[in-house]
């Protein structure tokens, strides 16, 4: 498979080729469990599979078969994923649980009210230890590819 053609530089081409899968796979996922089709879906972040793995770990998968997985860029590569990933599943999730429990203190304070704000706290923000691993699969799966 020839990569390179969109910005001319195989790596981001890859990257970009397993966010664009993992955001298409979400799109499919709730047409096919929800039966609901969500075009808005492809643009947001969380749910499965991770599309930040999938694009850290294709990039990373990428650079090691081009330019060797014992060196420096590699390395960096790797470290950079790992803590793509562990945000994505840690710090992101932690966030969005707060956002719910803000929200839900807002439906039950008397004097304020979730109508006091422009709109609620966005609870979907981060990944489930599983759906970081299928994003890292789906990202290794289209690094191997180059």
């Given amino acids: ?8 530089n195989p790596i981001i081409d890859c990257g970009l080729l397993a966010w664009f899968l993992a955001q298409l796979i979400k ?3 709730d047409v096919v469990l929800l039966r609901k089709l ?8 969380g ?15 990428a650079i090691g078969r081009l330019y060797g997985f014992e060196g420096p860029l590699f390395a960096l590569s790797v470290i950079l994923s790992a803590i793509v990933m562990y ?11 707060t956002a719910r429990l803000v929200n839900q203190l807002l439906e039950h304070v ?6 006091d704000f422009a709109e609620n706290l ?25």
């Fill in 87 to 97: 945000d994505a599943c840690n710090v992101r999730r932690s966030a969005g649980d």
């Fill in 110 to 115: 008397e004097r304020l009210t979730a109508e």
């Fill in 1 to 8: 498979m020839a990569f390179g053609i969109l910005t001319c």
């Fill in 27 to 29: 799109v499919v996922l």
């Fill in 47 to 61: 749910g499965m599979p991770s599309s930040h793995s999938a694009l850290v770990l294709a990039c990373t998968t």
């Fill in 122 to 146: 966005r609870e979907v923000m981060g990944h489930t230890p599983l759906q970081v691993l299928m994003g890292a699969l789906l990202g290794f799966g289209v690094g191997l590819l180059v």
């Fill in 38 to 45: 969500d075009l808005r879906r492809f643009f947001s972040s």
